[in-house]
């Protein structure tokens, strides 16, 4: 059962997404109201210094804890749909994440559409990646939330089809999968998601995104993609989330593909609620699972 803070934070998602959801905001109407919401949630806990600037001309942030455990770095790919999203709406999360994991993380701002379609968020991340490489950053791990998340799925695939040595983990956050969004929990699930009550918004983020592209490109939604020779996966999802099954698909297919992944199922948890870090035990718990996955993954490419 979720702790009485967990409860109390799900009815506060449903009313404050239920605001924001009122009328039909605009792209940039969006990207303001979202950051203006997670603006009590950004904050970077203590034990982590934030660095903004750019890395490869795009825009980022690094989160570097005091405390290093080990070799290595995190490149982390923010959620928003490929829409929305930012370091401002992302940092607190990730800040979390590297202190917990004991190593550096790098939060990607990559090219949002509708103004920069596909393949423009792969092209930064897979970029990003390559650089951070070159620049004796590695080992790399990639962790991502939603349309991060699904992204990192789809860097993964890019980087093994251009034969570039893949990273060394996934950390998956509900990831968004399949832009068709043909899994039955759209709609079985619905009723109890505080962020996609229908499918209609993210369905025209769906369309923004892929553009000209079919929304089953497997680089546009990995669900339909090739799942041999991918990184280890650990996935965390929430029982109350519209993504739940292309999580458990995510699995089930790297799974049959050979691959090692692990997906964990937390009762009573929404879309990526591991914003709340700081505020709830189970975003605590998460994220210090997720942290803890990554560096054992950094830390075996050392041995």
């Given at each position: ?6 409860r ?9 997404v ?30 982590v ?18 405390k ?6 995190i ?30 993380a790098?939060l990607l ?57 893949q ?11 399949d832009l068709?969004?043909t ?23 769906a ?12 680089l ?14 650990l ?11 292309d ?25 990526v ?6 505020w ?14 990554l ?9």
């Amino acid at each position: 059962m979720p702790s009485i803070r967990g409860r109390i934070l799900y009815q506060v998602a449903r009313l404050v997404v239920r605001r924001m959801n009122s009328g039909t905001p605009s792209v940039a109407e969006a990207r303001i109201a979202e950051e203006k919401s997670a603006a009590m949630f950004a904050k970077v806990p203590r034990g982590v210094a934030l660095e903004v600037g750019t890395y490869g001309a795009l825009p980022v942030a690094w989160l570097r804890p005091i405390k290093v455990q080990g070799p290595g770095c995190i490149l982390y790919l923010h959620g928003g749909a490929y829409v929305t999203g930012s370091i401002m709406t992302h940092k607190g999360l990730v800040a979390r994440l590297a202190r917990d994991a004991g190593t550096p993380a790098l939060l990607l701002e990559y090219r949002l559409a509708p103004e920069h379609p596909f393949p423009a968020a792969l092209d930064d991340a897979v970029a990003t990646y390559r650089q951070l490489v070159a620049d004796g950053k590695g080992p790399v791990a990639i962790a991502g939330d939603s349309a991060g998340g699904g992204l990192a799925v789809a860097t993964a695939m890019k980087l093994r089809d251009l034969d570039i040595a893949q990273p060394c983990a996934l950390a998956l956050i509900a990831p968004w999968t399949d832009l068709a969004l043909t899994n039955e929990t759209w709609r079985s699930k619905a009723a109890v998601d505080p962020y996609f009550p229908n499918t209609d918004g993210i369905s025209l983020d769906a369309a923004r995104y892929a553009a000209a592209t079919s929304l089953d490109h497997p680089l546009v939604s990995p669900h339909y993609g090739d799942m041999n020779g991918l990184p280890p996966m650990l996935i965390h999802v929430g029982d109350y989330e519209t993504l739940l099954d292309d999580a458990r698909m995510l699995a089930k297919k790297a799974g049959r593909a050979g691959g090692d992944v692990r997906i964990e199922v937390w009762p009573g948890m929404w879309h990526v609620w591991q914003i709340a870090g700081g505020w709830m035990p189970e975003a605590d718990r998460s994220i210090f699972e997720l942290a803890q996955f990554l560096r054992r993954r950094l830390d075996a490419v050392q041995h």
